[in-house]
């Protein structure tokens, strides 16, 4: 079964911090991967994608890694704000018709 | 970048009634379009596939009688929630693509919260 995993469920870390989500998925055979942010009561923003030939992508604080042997990827920020604070979500496509499997995602919380 | 707008952000009814939910892309033309469902503290769940010009495709366990979607052209498809209940109340997104690329990304709307009572 294809299923993605995210640890932690909740993180909390003080303004300025560097820190790291975690995301796991079963079958390394993907095509791609997604991050995004969910506001509290609103839509996705896509922050990042990583195509399977892919090992990283980078987008100003932001930095995903993606391995898929280990069926695994991290998303990563620098330098950390208020303003970050949003949970977010790991997302695989396995079939090439868009169907994200989504992890149940992060809640970050940075404390100014 | 690639804009999708889904209405009503909100929406109240009462339970026996249909409500209707709007997805449209804004900027591009989406040949396919993904409806999501989010109770919650959980994940996103695919409910459905719309593609323009034919029927959905339903994942397992949704009942297509009473997720009514349309995609009637390439930048809007349409949701209906019939007969609504109280166990349907939830967070729908929607989707779309603006390439028929697993290359490019998903952009998604702002969500709709459905309440029936």
């Known amino acids: 079964k294809q299923e993605v995993t995210q640890i932690p469920a909740a993180l909390s870390v003080p303004e300025g911090e560097n820190l790291v989500l975690n995301c796991s998925f079963t079958?390394?055979?993907?095509?791609?991967l997604q991050w995004f942010r969910q506001d509290p009561g609103k839509g996705l923003t896509s922050l990042l994608l990583?195509?399977?030939?892919?090992r990283e992508q980078t987008s100003g604080r932001l930095n995903a890694s993606l391995d898929k042997s280990s069926g695994r990827s991290t998303l990563y920020i620098a330098a950390s704000q208020p303003g970050d604070s949003a949970t977010y979500l790991c997302?695989?496509?396995?079939?090439?018709?868009?169907?994200?499997?989504f992890g149940k995602g992060t809640k970050l919380s940075v404390k100014p | 970048g690639a804009v999708v707008s889904q209405h009503p952000s909100r929406v109240i009814c009462k339970s026996g009634t249909s409500v209707k939910i709007e997805c449209r892309s804004l900027?591009?033309?989406?040949?396919?379009m993904f409806w999501y469902r989010q109770f919650p503290k959980q994940s996103l769940m695919l409910m459905a596939t719309?593609?323009?010009?034919?029927?959905?495709?339903?994942e397992q366990g949704v009942e297509k009688d009473k997720f009514l979607i349309n995609h009637a052209s390439l930048t809007l498809s349409t949701l209906t929630v019939t007969s609504a209940h109280p166990e349907d109340s939830s967070f729908y997104i929607c989707?779309?693509?603006?390439?028929?690329?697993?290359?490019?990304?998903?952009?998604f709307g702002n969500g709709t919260r459905l309440t029936v009572t």
């Open positions: 997302a695989v496509e396995w079939r090439s018709q868009g169907n994200l499997i």
């Open positions: 079958d390394s055979a993907i095509y791609n």
């Open positions: 989707s779309a693509r603006g390439e028929s690329s697993y290359t490019s990304p998903l952009h």
């Open positions: 719309s593609n323009e010009g034919s029927k959905a495709t339903y």
């Open positions: 990583i195509q399977s030939s892919q």
């Open positions: 900027d591009f033309q989406a040949t396919t």
